[in-house]
């Protein structure tokens, strides 16, 4: 029901999540192919130049050219290749990567190339659907620094917190079947203004309750006395209080409490001896006619690790996830990998909730899936799924819709809730908080701090840095020029200021 209406001089642009993959323009000419505004100035200027230069000299001819060079002008015509340049630069890309064509860099890149396409068309209205999911540090910065200077309107769905502190003058929060907007707050401000709007409603509600009760004692104890006419007024004051709705508790979407989503990770089972897994001298790629992308790769997981592996995208990271979750044939080309006899592993990627049966119910896929395999247990019930659901957010009716009928996030609980089902001893997880709201990846967060003990042990690919520091890791591994360097270490500082350097694009 209802209407969007646009008006007919907005322009609107959508970053679509097909990226450029089947494009087979470079960097450059895909970053520009948008700029309909500035390419259409350029003609216009283009044929009224070359009417004056056939000769013709009349005032309107002449009237028409300086038009045509103020209009170019105003868009920014002249300064076209500097501003594709400063864009492309700003989301990672080298001066080099220009002239590259788009089909020979990776999912991510592509996505980014995409990203600088759409802000190069620079519509009225930017609507952007969690952009930062495949963007490094620097280029995040970059890019919430962008929005808060846009020349226009931006709509920004995200669930990256520094990226709308950066960016973002005003928040629109969906909550218990309603909007409601927190004008000129940042999302700090919006935090602080939320938690002051419950507790404002709720005292106002505590003080209308208390002034109606002492009108109903007046009312009660002089209704058929001498004061029987101020008791009447009382009844009418009453009254106005009822139709006025001072006496309805306030809306739940004003006074909710939101809960942060709770997972509980099932205790790992304990193996036999120290390493869960071990690879050893691995040269390690896709093609084995190519040179692999990772070489004489070292790395023993104990019990009780929590590895964080970081780098520049394209470098490897999730290479070296694939690898060692083994589901890949023949990507270790030389070398060798162990696993530990008793490993129980679970794996939670940036792309499980898109690769869901959309036609299944959200409760039949989580049960299914618990009850498979050599290491699931049969005995798991719908009640069960649906109480780790609940938790995690998704209570009521939704565990019996269909995927399809789901949002993003809600999907993404649903492999959470998947993912919490199984007992492991050995968890990788690939970009976990790309399709998580807040909520959910402080859970995670949690959840991933709180397990293990001395029997487990985590492998993370992250560049959500509250989610990071939240983990407690033990571990850093630098993924950089196709090698691995381990350090057993906290986080520090110096991880997220160096981690874009030398950054590999191609796929």
């Given amino acids: ?274 390493n869960l897994m071990v690879i050893e001298n691995a040269s390690i790629g896709y093609d084995p006619d190519e040179e692999p992308l990772l070489q004489n790769i070292n790395l023993a997981i104990p019990r009780g690790m929590k590895l964080l592996l970081r780098g520049p995208n394209g470098a490897g990271k999730s290479t070296l996830l694939k690898a060692l979750r083994g589901n890949v044939p023949d990507m270790i080309q030389e070398g060798k990998r162990e696993e530990n006899t008793r490993l129980k592993l679970g794996v939670f990627t940036q792309d499980l909730a898109q690769e869901l049966d959309k036609e299944s119910r959200a409760v039949d896929l989580v049960t299914s899936y618990a009850r498979e395999g050599s290491d699931g247990d049969v005995s798991v019930t719908d009640e069960t799924a649906r109480n780790v659901m609940g938790r995690l957010g998704l209570g009521g009716e939704k565990p019996l819709r269909k995927i399809k009928a789901l949002s993003g996030g809600e999907k993404a609980r649903v492999a959470l809730s998947m993912f919490a089902l199984k007992a492991s001893n050995l968890l990788m997880l690939d970009e976990p908080s790309n399709h998580l709201d807040v909520g959910c990846i402080q859970g995670l967060a949690n959840a991933l701090g709180s397990w293990g003990g001395k029997d487990g042990a985590v492998v993370v690919i992250s560049h959500d840095r509250e989610f990071c520091e939240k983990v407690g890791f033990t571990h850093v591994g630098t993924v950089m020029n196709g090698g691995l360097v381990l350090e057993q270490r906290p986080l520090q500082d110096g991880d997220w200021e160096q981690y874009d350097i030398g950054s590999s694009k191609l796929a």
């Avoid at 409603?201 to 009108?215: P, R, S, V």
């Avoid at 508790?249 to 942060?260: K, T």
Wanted: proline share 4%.
């Fill in 1 to 274: 029901q209802g209407q969007a209406l646009v008006h007919t001089n907005v322009r609107v642009g959508y970053l679509k999540q097909s990226a450029v993959s089947g494009s087979t323009k470079t960097v450059y000419e895909e970053a520009k192919s948008e700029m309909t505004l500035i390419e259409n100035a350029r003609i216009e200027l283009e044929g009224t130049t070359k009417i004056v230069e056939d000769g013709d000299y009349s005032e309107e001819a002449l009237n028409d050219l300086a038009a045509a060079q103020e209009e170019f002008q105003v868009l920014g015509g002249y300064e076209q290749e500097q501003m594709v340049d400063s864009v492309l630069k700003g989301l990672g890309f080298t001066p080099e990567d220009s002239s590259q064509l788009c089909k020979d860099f990776s999912g991510g890149w592509q996505m980014r190339i995409a990203l600088a396409r759409l802000l190069l068309s620079k519509p009225s209205l930017l609507l952007l659907d969690e952009p930062s999911n495949h963007l490094d540090s620097a280029a995040r910065d970059w890019l919430g620094k962008y929005i808060a200077n846009y020349d226009g309107s931006v709509i920004l769905v995200s669930h990256d917190v520094g990226l709308m502190d950066k960016s973002v003058n005003s928040i629109a929060e969906i909550t218990a079947g309603t909007l409601l907007e927190y004008r000129s707050c940042s999302y700090h401000d919006y935090l602080e203004e939320k938690e002051f709007r419950a507790i404002s409603a709720q005292a106002q509600y505590a003080k209308n309750l208390e002034e109606a009760a002492q009108l109903q004692a007046f009312i009660d104890k002089f209704s058929a006395g001498t004061k029987s006419k101020s008791a009447q007024s009382r009844v009418k004051m009453l009254e106005k209080m009822k139709s006025e709705g001072r006496l309805d508790p306030p809306p739940v979407s004003i006074i909710q409490n939101v809960r942060i989503p709770e997972l509980v990770l099932p205790p790992p089972p304990k193996p036999y001896g120290e």
